[in-house]
Nanobody
Framework: QVQLVESGGGLVEAGGSLRLSCAAS????????MGWFRQAPGKERELVAG????????YYTDSVKGRFTITRDNAKNTAYLQMNSLKPEDTAVYYC?????????????????WGQGTQVTVSS
């Protein structure tokens, strides 16, 4: 069991930047692969970025490659998503999720635990 709380969302103009944080409870944070997901109204939730337990391996969906960076600080039990060059199509509720399954990679993250979400709105 892990509890996740996102923060850092807000309203930003196109071309701007935001940094999202996902604070996790407990001392077993490093046992989880972490992912950032987003969901726009009427659309499916999609994996935006994933990161391995040690932070060595990352995955990004094509639409955010080169613009978003996922990191984690296991000592702080926190995952981050740095979002640069934001576009209106990035507008969504962003969620972090944790996946404890062994022998998976960051592109295969299917969380059992979710945060409450944080709204990101990018104006044109």
């Amino acid at each position: 069991q892990v509890q996740l709380v996102e923060s850092g969302g807000g309203l930003v103009e196109a071309g701007g930047s935001l940094r999202l944080s996902c604070a996790a409870s407990g001392r077993t944070f490093s046992a989880y692969l972490m992912g950032w997901f987003r969901q726009a109204p009427g659309k499916e939730r999609e994996l935006v970025a994933g990161i391995s337990r040690g932070g060595t391996n990352t995955y990004y969906t094509d639409s955010v490659k080169g613009r978003f960076t996922i990191t984690r600080d296991n000592a702080k039990n926190t995952a981050y998503l740095q979002m640069n060059s934001l576009k209106p199509e990035d507008t969504a509720v962003y969620y972090c999720g944790a996946d404890s399954r062994p022998y998976i990679t960051s592109r295969d993250i299917t969380p059992a635990y979710w945060g409450q979400g944080t709204q990101v709105t990018v104006s044109s």
